[in-house]
């Protein structure tokens, strides 16, 4: 057993990362313990008296005065070097990859280790895309499950995997094999040329949650107006909930599901479908088939058996509705013997050349030439060259296709609007709040900003009035032509 005086040192020890730690017996025989970052420094500062401590042991009675100085711990080193200065422990992110924290006046970085990423080879020949992960950090690359529809129609499933299908039903398009976000598209088909049989897409139901969401459009005198419902109440575009966002170019309709990252476009003779191939992948089933990139197992039944024939397997895919028009297919239509299909090559041609080495062309190729020949109609082919073109769009690649078809697809936008081939997705209006709220806030839309689309807007100088209003005016203030209340607010 030892005894300590008032003021002495019971011990005075250094680790090896520089830390001090002392303790020693206070003035009322209290033991106090003191730990310091010293480094290689001594320690100066209050002194105290003591005596080495004696011992009942059996030894030699020796008595030693000593002095010892230590200085009480200084308070933590904050780092206010910095801007802003930072507190010592306080740690945050300088970007999305890396983590630093001040300990003790200085600095320590941490950094997020990504593992090797590999690039798929997809067998739609759609190029594959960078997905982050949840802090946009690390990345890793997936294939596109994009599937769509045009023409009269034809497909291209999520796999790549084209075929033609002349129904006049409804049919579902794409569901979940197991249910988790009770999400499905259904089609509804229309014979488009009662002489040959070929059908044409009418309308898209979307189901998500428990929402309907029907995409239609409807032509007048050449106009084409895009009609939208939510559980059967048709809104005004854009519009937006806590779960939806739909806008639309004149031409055609958009409708983002942010959760599920879904898109899906309609625009009368084409419709398109993409989904997340980490949320959907070998979980899809319909005329879409099953995105798992793999086109042996596209032809899939609701049985879950393959079919050698996606054709055949389309019709497996019929909704028993009360729909007037549904009645059985007739025979596959004969081809004219000679047709002009002149429209057709501006796919292959130059002016596509540089979406050519991103998206394939040669099924919309196919399909145009079918359509044309078939329909006898050059007008007929403007679909396939419009389907083109927006996956095109999609990519990135933005081109005026409708200047090469000599007035043939030729679009048509009420006035005062004027047709633009590379337009935005959202047009800016007077209306500030709208503004801020559709294009300035980050949303869904955001990451399709970039996207170019055509559509129909108002003349350049001018800016549309309201989202509601079909007025275009040179000036956000006071329209003296038309006596229209401008407003900023």
Known sequence: MYNFVPGSIIYNQTDDDGWCFVAFCNETCGIEKKSQYCGTTSIPATTFSGVTPTTSLPSPPTTLTTSSTITPPP???????????????????????????????????????????????????????????????????????????????????????????????????????????????????????????????????????????FMSQKVADGIVTNLLYVNQKRVILPYQNSDLMITESGIESLLVIPAINAQIYFTGLMFSISLPWEKFHGN??????????????????????????????????????????????????????????????????????????????????????????????SAIGCASLKAYADQCALAGVCIDWRAATNGICTFKCQEPKVYQACGPQIEPTCDARFNQNFIQETNAFKVLQPVMWEGCYCPPGTTQLSPKSNVCVESCGKDTNSNHCLYNQ
Not at 182 to 188: A, Q
């Open 75 to 213: 308070l933590p080193v904050d780092c206010n070097s910095l801007s802003p200065p930072r507190k010592n422990g306080e740690s945050w992110k300088p970007d999305k990859c890396s983590t630093e924290t001040c300990i003790h006046g200085t600095v320590h970085h941490n950094y997020v280790h990504c593992e090797p990423v590999t690039v798929p080879v997809c067998v739609n020949n759609l190029p594959p895309v960078k997905v982050y992960d949840e802090n946009g950090c690390c990345f890793k690359y997936d294939c596109q499950c994009t599937c769509s529809g045009f023409g009269d129609p034809h497909y291209i499933t999520f796999d790549g995997t084209y075929y033609g299908f002349q129904g006049n039903c409804s049919y579902v398009l794409m569901k979940e094999i197991h249910p988790k976000y009770n999400f499905s598209v259904i089609i509804d088909d229309v014979y488009c040329d009662a002489r040959d049989g070929l059908s044409c897409p009418q309308s898209l139901t979307v189901y998500y949650k428990s929402y309907e969401i």
């Open 284 to 377: 899809t089933e319909g005329q879409c088939g099953t995105c798992d990139n793999n086109r042996s197992d596209d032809c899939r039944l609701p049985n879950g058996t393959i079919d050698s024939s996606c054709p055949d397997m389309a019709h497996y895919w019929h909704i028993h509705d009360k729909n007037a028009h549904c009645v059985p297919p007739l025979p596959p239509p004969t081809p004219v013997p000679h047709c002009d299909n002149a429209i057709c090559k501006i796919i292959e041609s130059k002016l596509f050349e540089q979406c050519h080495k991103i998206i394939p062309y040669e099924a919309y190729t196919l399909a145009c030439n079918f359509d044309v020949c078939h329909m006898n109609s």
